[in-house]
């Protein structure tokens, strides 16, 4: 089992950037057993895909939504996993969660929620225009 904390989240005007960070437990063992992606929610939305990354770091997929914007990264040796936002809008606005999938098979799917094991608290996000 793995818990998950995210950190970062705050408010900034269009056109900024924000970075967030996932800390995982566990240690690097546990880490690397999980690939990881960055899902969020705005209000009367459902959650939706926003990143994911392989348990090697080699291999990441965007939300077309972000792609040329955001950038998830990750340090096994740190067991976090992070996401830098940029070039931000107000429909970016959103709580944005870090989740952890122990699935086989990071091709396949990814950006499903129901792919996912672990999830953290969230870190809220607003971007104001």
């Known amino acids: 089992q793995v818990q998950l904390v995210e950190s970062g989240g705050g408010t900034v005007q269009a056109g900024g950037s924000l970075g967030l960070s996932c800390a995982a437990s566990?240690?690097?063992?546990?880490?690397?057993?999980?690939?990881m992606g960055w899902f969020r929610q705005a209000p009367g939305k459902e959650r939706e895909f926003v990143a994911s990354?392989?348990?090697?770091?080699?291999?990441?997929n965007y939300a077309d939504s972000v792609k040329g914007r955001f950038t998830i990264s990750r340090d096994n040796t740190k067991s976090s996993v992070w996401l830098q936002m940029s070039s931000l809008k107000p429909e970016d606005t959103a709580v944005y969660y870090c989740?952890?999938?122990?699935?086989?098979?990071?091709?396949?799917?990814?950006?499903?929620?129901?792919?996912?094991?672990?999830w953290g608290q969230g870190t809220q996000v607003t971007v104001s225009s």
């Open positions: 990354i392989s348990r090697s770091g080699s291999y990441t």
């Open positions: 566990g240690g690097r063992g546990i880490f690397m057993r999980y690939f």
């Open positions: 989740a952890a999938s122990g699935s086989s098979s990071y091709a396949t799917n990814n950006a499903a929620p129901n792919r996912y094991d672990y």
